[in-house]
């Protein structure tokens, strides 16, 4: 005798039915697991602070945030991650601050370098075209 199946809820196909049962004496159970999400720890700009602290260390700026990166870092290991969270910020913050100012100071030497050269440039050209001969009379 052939099995003639009715169109209702279908299981999934790697779910075959016990001999004697059809899909009405099958009991239906849904499992749900529920993970904690994985947090990524946060991050403190270690090297990001070193290299500040040796390139770009304007007003001390890059020495305190390695001080706070490293504050961070010590948070972390110790499983604090909302201080290492705060301290890791405040080291972003003064890295930022830090290469800010530098790029601003290193555009304005450009400027009076270049503002320098042209005054100097104009003076050397009034001379050549008006030479004063300073000598004996």
Not at 15 to 33: F, H, I
Not at 93 to 122: D, P, Q, R
Request: proline fraction near 8%; glycine fraction near 6%; aromatic fraction near 8%.
């Amino acid at each position: 005798m052939e099995r003639v199946r009715t169109p209702g809820p279908a299981i999934p196909p790697y779910e075959p039915l016990m001999d004697g049962l059809d899909m009405e004496g099958k009991t239906r159970s849904t499992v749900v697991t529920v993970e904690n999400p994985v947090v990524p720890p946060p991050r403190d700009h270690l090297a990001w602070s070193l290299c500040t602290t040796l390139y770009a260390n304007v007003c001390c700026l890059g020495f305190l945030a390695l001080v706070f990166s490293v504050k961070s870092r010590d948070r972390k290991v110790l499983g604090d991650y909302s201080g290492a969270l705060s301290y890791g910020s405040t080291a972003k913050y003064l890295n930022i601050t830090a290469h800010l100012i530098n790029i601003f100071l290193i555009i304005l030497v450009i400027a009076l370098v270049a503002s320098g050269t042209i005054v100097i440039a104009n003076i050397f050209n009034h001379h050549q075209q008006h030479p004063e001969f300073i000598g004996p009379t």
